[in-house]
């Protein structure tokens, strides 16, 4: 038994220490320039042959493409959150079920086990998942203000690549991110309808994909962009406005639960408490 717990402990410990080590390091350059087609060799960086991204690796090859494809596309979705790349996460994840399931099956609980690994191996998934919800909510938040700082750079006589270059520059945020990464393919000698519609593709936010529809179609027709970009402001901060609206409906459905859940018993508690005790008194 002592042996069993000493090991289990140690399978915990080294979890943990593998798991710090993987958020904390770096993604390969492949990787960061996922679905660009543009990697820098003049400054990549050797691959980190680490065991986890071997196993990584390895996994990868075992699983079914659409799950990794699709794991694949929300880290970049998510932005590579921690430093997370595909090999690396797969690692992560191969890691933390093994030593799960190693631990119950040594506390005599093979079919918890079995279960537990499952549930720990999807575990990631869902945390790539929700940074990637986080990112592009940010992005939504940010985008109508985005839009009226090109805006406000085209109507001052800038062109439409050096206003995009300015407002990347001059702003924070995963969007400005994106934008930063835009105007490098373009530098790159990129077509900008293609790496507009990369922009849009990388960032899978509806009203990203209708800015850069609209963009295309004033190009195409010789729309002037600064009206294009004004209506789109527009549009924008009306949908920013009814998304709040709708969250604000939301709200009292959802603080029902809690209200009856937490709230009433300790009321209850409260009110009817001491008529019970003068009852139990009488």
Known sequence: MT???????????????????????????????????????????????SL????????????????????EVALLQAGHPGGMDLPRIL??????????????????QPIIALIAAVLIFFLPDYWVLSTRDKRQAAMQAKLADTIDQLTICVEAGLGFDAALGRVATTNEGPLAEELRRTVRDIQAAVPRPQAL????????????????????????????????????????????????????????????VPIVVCFMPVFMVIAAGPALLNLRNL
């Open 91 to 108: 690692g992560v994840k191969v890691v933390l079920s093994s030593l799960t399931a190693l631990l119950l099956i040594l506390a005599a």
């Open 3 to 49: 042996y069993g717990v000493i090991l289990g402990a140690a399978s915990i410990i080294g979890a943990v220490v593998l798991l710090a080590w993987s958020v904390t390091s770096r993604p390969s350059p492949a990787r960061a320039n996922l679905f660009s087609g543009l990697p820098d060799t003049a400054t990549a960086e050797p691959e980190d042959e």
């Open 197 to 256: 519609r990369a922009l849009a593709d990388r960032v899978q936010i509806a009203e990203v994909r209708q800015l850069v529809n609209a963009l295309l179609q004033a190009q195409k027709h010789g729309v002037a962009l600064a009206e294009t970009l004004r209506a789109q402001s527009s549009e924008m901060r009306v949908k920013r406005r009814q998304r709040t609206e709708e969250k604000a409906a939301k709200l009292a459905v959802k603080m029902l």
């Open 52 to 71: 986890l991204r071997t196993l990584g690796r390895r996994t990868r090859r075992a699983l079914p493409r659409p799950l990794v494809d699709g794991l």
